[in-house]
């Protein structure tokens, strides 16, 4: 048994998190979070220049062909880095959606410019609020001739202001045979994109309406919905680990106001009720983390767990950045809840992380479904 | 990243299995599957007899203290090869729980601090269970504060004489010896005032009184020491270093890393899956389902992390702290389970009577027993402090009582 990441994938994540440590500093951050830009376009390019956005891509494509297990690892870094990317979206999403069922044509297209940071891609899918459902699925899809055109409207599209394409969900007009993806140009006719308002400034997000917009088929007919959830089984392992990213720098960033914040003539770290929400914030990262490292092992051997293991990687990393994200501001007290202090930017991610792919109960479903059947078999 | 055993490991395992097989006391399997946390009581004959054979009878086939050398008693084993044979050993693994303070903690501090000759006398009849030794640690007024202890040894030309008393200590009514951390200078600051020293329980001087404990039973004894003689031979580290040798069979709990503490959840998903509550399986309820989540995922990443400290050992390194969280979470986590299991029952969540109960009334036993898993072997509070400090580096505690010689710490009484 090796239950870690190996010295060179540990190395792979030493020389990310320098390469953050520079270019995606509080300073970069901010500039996505206060200004008119939806993401660091640089930062962007950068990640693909050295190779880090095509890490489960194939060379064939582009990418490193290097696996999930290094996937992981750079993941984490840039959610420890809440860095303003469309990581989640274009690489945890998009790629693998291609990845799994795209055409050789549709992955030639856009899997090279992926990898190199140069295209976003995103899925759409939710319609309304609630949780997603087959039945929840609105948007319909007409053939003519060689072509498909949808009708319908996606809110809070993750990048959906700035992708070039989108994975989108629908179903025949008229049918009722299942749901069916679609990849979708947004850049093209029909397709009106309009920013809104989310939790997070930094992930900028659109609602997309669709007016008989021009789409290619993504993968068979009316097997959509089984395709988003093995989909969803890979994404979910990625952005745990986005999370734990988070919720590891939330907790050092409590740790370290702790023990240079005084009051009452000492640092308040040494307080047992300050000592106590921390040693509580490392618990719960540190179950996470034991728990992502299941759902990576699960991912990168292609197991028969991972709808298990992705599940409990999920649930996982999601209370624990929430917790330790709530918690940092509490640290931090009345400092951490002004603009000015970094503690919201983790608030903001761990919320909106929380509820992307799927909200907690969700996920819990999917988990208790999981183990249920394990227990039969 | 890898699950799967090497082949050295798959063949380790394979005759792991079929020693079991060939070995284990089957006739206890279905009882002891069914048995609640903590010892297990058997029905079916004496819990601590049924024990002493199960290990004499692994010690015989060479599979007892695995990790231990075979001078010793053990089998020079890797971790990875004690883990395997944990999870092969299973239920029967119950059987051993009369032994686990002897080997896991005393066993590792006589091989640390005794001499050849103590250790070639001592450690092998702990390994097969013929002797079973306890742990004389805490008293009434030292507990998460150990090192304000107040059992005095005193010393008398080539001996030491003990008076004072403690208290938790499990197995003493049936232990063959122990290790006895005592104060020997009290004009010191109280950590540098303290010696430890091995014991036979049987020695005069010794009275030994069971504590009728919340759940009825009685694991748990006082120890009243007077006028206890002990050679001075058998005195573990040197004079006033007792705090460090105490240190060492403390570290000792971190590296016993079995197969993660229970936490109650796979009898709480056979109950939840098995269940109807009027209104269907339990576990179709949302209510429960999201309950159950939050359980399975600390049970798991307690499981994993066990696992990440594994590895470690494995290549040769000293696991990292993370381990320290073990107990932490499966105590509350225990009361939590068997709170929400009650709760599930109804009314009939009160009976804990055998007669009238499935499943024996687990749950209430659990319930009963679980409060006593958040203090023992270090309090919820006592672990939360280990890592804000050790792991996190916040600031130790202030302390009143910092630098202050022993006998002028303040009490309640002066």
Redesign the interface.
């Known amino acids: 048994?090796?239950?870690?990441?190996?010295a060179e994938q540990k190395q792979l994540k030493e020389q990310v998190r320098r390469f953050l440590a520079d270019r995606c500093d509080r300073t970069a951050v901010r500039r996505i979070l206060d200004g008119p830009e939806p993401y660091d376009k640089a930062l962007w390019k950068g990640l693909g220049d050295l190779g880090y956005l095509g890490a489960t891509i194939p060379e064939a494509y582009g990418g490193l062909g290097a696996g999930y297990?290094e996937a992981c690892v750079i993941a984490e870094e840039l959610g420890r880095a809440v860095a303003p990317v469309p990581f989640s979206s274009s690489i945890a999403l998009a790629a693998e959606f291609l990845m799994l069922a795209g055409s050789d044509a549709q992955k030639a297209r856009w899997l090279p410019k992926l990898a190199a940071g140069e295209a976003v891609g995103t899925l759409a899918l939710a319609e309304g609020t609630g949780r997603v459902t087959p039945a929840s699925i609105g948007a319909t899809a007409v053939r003519h001739g060689e072509t498909v055109r949808i009708t319908g409207t996606k809110t809070a599209v993750a990048d959906g202001d700035v992708a070039d394409f989108a994975i989108v969900g629908a179903v025949e007009a008229g049918g009722g045979r299942g749901l069916s993806l679609y990849l979708v140009e947004l850049g093209g006719a029909g397709v009106v994109r309009t920013p809104v308002v989310t939790v997070d400034p930094t992930r900028s997000h659109a609602q997309l309406r669709f007016d008989d917009a021009v789409a290619e088929p993504l993968g068979p007919a009316h097997e959509g919905w089984g395709l988003v959830q093995r989909v969803y089984d890979r994404a979910a392992v990625l952005i745990a680990f986005e999370q734990l990213g988070g919720a590891d720098r939330a907790l050092e960033m409590g740790?370290d106001y702790?023990?240079e914040r005084f009051a009452f003539g000492?640092?308040i770290?040494?307080l047992?009720a300050?000592?106590?929400m921390?040693?509580?914030m490392?618990?719960s990262a540190?179950?996470?983390?034991?728990?992502c490292?299941?759902g990576?092992?699960a991912l990168?051997?292609g197991s028969a767990e991972l709808p298990d293991a992705a599940a409990?990687a999920r649930?996982?990393a999601t209370?624990a950045f929430q917790h330790c994200a709530r918690n940092n501001i509490q640290v931090h007290g009345g400092m951490g809840f002004t603009w000015e202090f970094d503690c919201h930017l983790y608030y903001r991610r761990s919320n909106l992380l929380a509820v992307s792919i799927g909200a907690l109960?969700t996920?819990?479903?999917r988990?208790?479904e999981c183990?249920?059947a394990r227990?039969?078999a | 990243m890898n699950f799967d055993d090497t082949p050295q490991e798959a063949k380790f395992r394979a005759e792991a299995r079929a020693w079991i097989d060939a070995n284990a006391p089957k006739e206890l399997r279905a009882e002891l599957e069914l048995a609640g946390f903590g010892q297990p009581a058997l029905r079916s004959g004496d819990v601590l007899a049924a024990g002493k054979a199960w290990q004499k009878r692994k010690k015989d086939g060479g599979w007892a203290c695995l990790h231990w050398p075979k001078e010793y008693g053990g089998r020079g084993a890797t971790p990875i090869e004690r883990v395997i044979w944990q999870q092969e050993e299973g239920v029967y693994a119950k059987l051993s729980s009369p032994f686990l303070i002897g080997q896991g903690m005393c066993g590792p501090t006589m091989m640390a601090f005794a001499s050849e000759v103590h250790k070639l006398r001592h450690l092998p009849p702990l390994a097969s269970g013929e002797e079973v030794w306890c742990q004389l640690f805490s008293e009434p007024v030292a507990g998460s504060d150990l090192a304000g202890l107040r059992t005095r040894a005193e010393k008398d030309g080539d001996h030491w004489v003990v008076n004072g008393q403690k208290i938790w200590t499990s197995g003493a009514h049936y232990s063959d010896f122990g290790i006895l951390l005592t104060r020997t200078d009290p004009n010191v600051p109280k950590h540098d005032g303290l010696t430890m020293f091995f014991i036979d329980m049987k020695s005069p001087g010794i009275e030994i009184r069971p504590i009728k404990q919340v759940n009825g039973a009685s694991g748990f004894n006082e120890v009243y020491f007077t006028d206890l003689r002990i050679p001075d031979d058998k005195r573990l580290g040197a004079v006033g270093q007792g705090w460090k040798v105490s240190l060492t069979t403390l570290m000792n709990e971190r590296l016993s890393i079995g197969a993660g503490m229970p936490t109650g959840f796979p009898e709480l998903l056979d109950l939840c899956c098995t269940f109807d509550t009027g209104n269907g399986l339990a576990i179709d309820d949302p209510g429960v389902r999201s309950k159950l989540a939050t359980w399975a995922v600390r049970t798991s990443g307690l499981r994993y992390t066990a696992y990440r400290s594994i590895s470690a050992l494995s290549k040769g390194e000293i696991p990292g702290p993370e381990n320290s969280i073990g107990k932490l979470v499966a105590g509350s986590t225990l009361q939590e389970i068997a709170m929400f299991a009650l709760d599930l029952q109804g009314q009939a969540g009160v009976l804990m009577d055998p007669a009238l109960v499935e499943a024996s009334g687990r749950f209430q036993a659990m319930l009963m027993r679980s409060p006593a898993t958040r203090i023992e072997g270090g309090t919820d509070e006592i672990l939360r402090n280990i890592i804000a400090e050790r792991v996190l580096g916040l600031p130790a505690d202030m302390r009143a009582d910092r630098g202050m010689p022993y006998n002028q710490i303040p009490t309640r009484t002066k």
């Open positions: 048994m090796e239950f870690d990441f190996s297990l740790r702790a023990l000492r640092p770290g040494s047992q300050i000592k106590h921390l040693a509580d490392y618990v540190t179950l996470a983390r034991s728990n490292y299941y990576a092992w990168s051997t409990t649930v996982s209370q109960s996920w819990e479903d988990l208790i183990l249920r227990r039969a």
